[in-house]
């Protein structure tokens, strides 16, 4: 708690923001970090107590103040300590909108079926062979047209 100036990446990766100081550095890079109203920031800029950070993580941006610093990653539990979580409910909101539509609109044809859809495709391939449809062709030279 002693150090008055503390690199970004290190910072977010040690209050668990992002789960690898290597996922910390490149979110820098790919400007999803800025500080204050600011531009975005590279991953070697020093941060300082009272700093307002923002984390872009797709579909929500994170607001977070600084209230302690660290390059040491902490327990969760420690994490309240060293940072004030200011993102709006708004944002949350939105993120589980985002998940709940996800289910919603999952393109048909993408990937397995699922087990819904498994029983579904097995229900009605046995309802067709029941009503007497029989798909076993039988392609013998004997059945052909062409001569």
Do not use: H
């Not at 941060?47 to 579909?59: E, L, S, T």
């Not at 103040?65 to 979580?85: I, Q």
């Not at 589980?96 to 009605?124: A, H, M, N, W, Y």
Request: aromatic residues 8%.
């Amino acid at each position: 708690m002693g150090k008055s100036e503390v690199r970004i990446d290190k910072w977010l990766w040690a209050m668990r923001v992002f789960k690898t100081r290597t996922i910390a550095t490149d979110a820098c890079k790919k400007g999803r970090v800025s500080v204050g109203d600011g531009p975005v920031v590279k991953p070697s800029r020093t941060i300082a107590v009272g700093d307002i950070i923002k984390v872009r993580k797709p579909p929500i941006t994170f607001t977070f103040r600084v209230k302690a610093l660290t390059e040491n990653r902490l327990g969760a539990k420690l994490v309240p300590d060293y940072l004030e979580n200011l993102t709006p409910q708004s944002e949350y909101d939105l993120l589980e909108v985002v998940k709940i539509s996800g289910f919603i609109d999952r393109q048909k044809g993408l990937g397995r079926p699922t087990k819904r859809e498994g029983r579904e495709l097995s229900r009605f391939t046995d309802s067709i062979s029941d009503n007497g449809w029989d798909f076993d062709f039988d392609f013998d030279d004997d059945d052909s047209d062409e001569n």
